[in-house]
């Protein structure tokens, strides 16, 4: 069965970083697109990032020029670095990969 965990999240000063994590078992991971969502108290689960097979990558506006993602198949993992955090930015993030979902890594962003 596919696994998927994440990990890496934590509380950060507004302006910092934090690099997440998404291990995955279970899966031929380099078949699949990979993505990062969030989701805040509140609301909705939303895009943050998705990275295809080819590595192609798509981002949500509120995070361009921010966050990166990427993915290292010979690991089977996948990662999202964000920069310059702001408090809006604190959710749970979650990884999905070939329909399936991570437990999710909490991120706040506080001073």
């Known amino acids: 069965q596919v696994q998927l965990v994440e990990s890496g999240g934590g509380l950060v000063q507004p302006g910092g970083s934090l690099r997440l994590s998404c291990a995955a078992s279970?899966?031929?991971?380099?078949?699949?697109?990979m993505a990062w969502y969030r989701q805040a108290p509140g609301k909705q689960r939303e895009l943050v990032a998705s990275i295809n097979s080819n590595e192609r990558t798509n981002y949500a506006d509120s995070v361009k020029g921010r966050f990166t993602i990427s993915r290292d198949n010979a690991r089977n993992t996948g990662y999202l670095q964000m920069n310059s955090l702001k408090p809006e930015d604190t959710a749970v993030y979650y990884c999905?990969?070939?329909?399936?979902w991570g437990q999710g890594t909490q991120v706040t962003v506080s001073s």
């Open positions: 279970g899966v031929i991971f380099r078949f699949y697109a």
């Open positions: 999905s990969l070939a329909g399936n």
